[in-house]
């Protein structure tokens, strides 16, 4: 499994994106749960931040401060830094 995060947005407008193999069944399960909860609320707010997670080709969006738990612990250990 590959799981991609891209972060768009925020005050500085700078994009941050990283892409992972996934092997440990947690973040398998997680990103299953991320994929089954479909597009997050997608209207941000003015300087916050959007993310496309890709799943194996299969793409969800979402905008903070609207991450669900799920998305924002995914977002959190792709990126390696808080969602």
Request: aromatic fraction near 4%; charged fraction near 30%; glycine fraction near 10%.
């Amino acid at each position: 499994m590959r799981i991609r995060v891209r972060r768009t947005g925020g005050f500085a407008g700078i994009e941050r994106s990283a892409e992972v193999a996934v092997t440990d069944p947690e973040l398998e399960a997680l990103a299953a749960t991320v994929l089954a909860d479909g597009d997050g609320d997608v209207r941000g707010v003015p300087d916050g931040f959007s993310y496309e997670i890709t799943v194996d080709g299969r793409t969800v969006r979402c905008c903070d401060p609207r991450l669900t738990d799920a998305q924002r612990t995914l977002v959190t250990r792709v990126l390696k830094e808080g969602a």
